[in-house]
């Protein structure tokens, strides 16, 4: 359904997803820290992370017509894969976007402050419908819920969703989390579909309930 979030795992959700049936994907994979302090109702330790953003990947540019937009961190925990990632899918990716966080919660020590994530951009060309799009953003990190301290910035969304897509476009999220992405989406007169496989988390921020954004749903 157009305007629905699965609680499922987003790879159920593509599998039935036909080729080339989104405008664009936008969303932010899990960060795979080896440390569970993200999230409370989701274990982000992903065995194999390259085999995991691999698939991500992949299957996402089947299922979009135009842009496939992923943000992810490089870490000190995931530093090799997403290195290794952007070098297997160098020919697919038509730009990348650094997102600067005013705020970074400082490192300890010696070590480095990680103030910036990568908006990796796959797809044959990029082009914004606004003048003048610099690949480079600067927000502050959002307000966090005690429960779920991967929220992403609305202003992150509105950035990619205002500039490259049109109203009346489908994005899809496969990690929807507390829903930005869909609020963001109905604000701008387009459409989602969510994935989220945690089901506290889908329950606690009612993603089931398409009447919290006023919408008509209709099947595929």
Not at 36 to 56: R, V
Not at 74 to 97: H, M, P, Q, R
Not at 126 to 154: E, Q, R
Not at 191 to 211: A, D, M, P, Q, W
């Amino acid at each position: 359904m157009i305007n629905h979030i699965f609680n499922e795992d987003c790879f159920k959700t593509m599998a039935r997803t036909p080729d080339k049936f989104f405008d664009i994907v936008f969303t932010s994979p899990p960060y795979n820290r080896k440390r569970n302090d993200k999230y409370s109702f989701y274990n982000d330790q992903i065995n194999d992370y390259s085999a995991f953003l691999e698939k991500l990947i992949e299957e996402s540019i089947r299922i979009t017509k135009r842009n496939v937009f992923i943000n992810i961190q490089k870490s000190y925990y995931n530093s090799t894969e997403v290195f290794k990632i952007i070098g297997k899918f160098a020919d697919d990716i038509c730009e990348l976007f650094i997102w600067e966080k005013s705020n970074p919660l400082p490192a300890s020590g010696s070590s480095i402050t990680n103030s910036y994530e990568f908006i990796i951009v796959f797809g044959k060309t990029l082009k914004s419908n606004m003048t003048y799009t610099k690949n480079h953003l600067t927000t502050s990190v959002a307000k966090m819920p005690k429960d779920h301290k991967a929220v992403m910035n609305p202003k992150v969304a509105e950035f990619f969703i205002s500039r490259f897509t049109e109203k009346g476009d489908v994005i899809y999220d496969p990690f929807m989390g507390t829903g930005t992405t869909a609020k963001i989406a109905c604000s701008m007169d387009r459409n989602y579909v969510g994935s989220e496989i945690s089901n506290e988390y889908y329950n606690r921020y009612n993603l089931g309930k398409e009447s919290l954004w006023n919408l008509q749903t209709r099947l595929i």
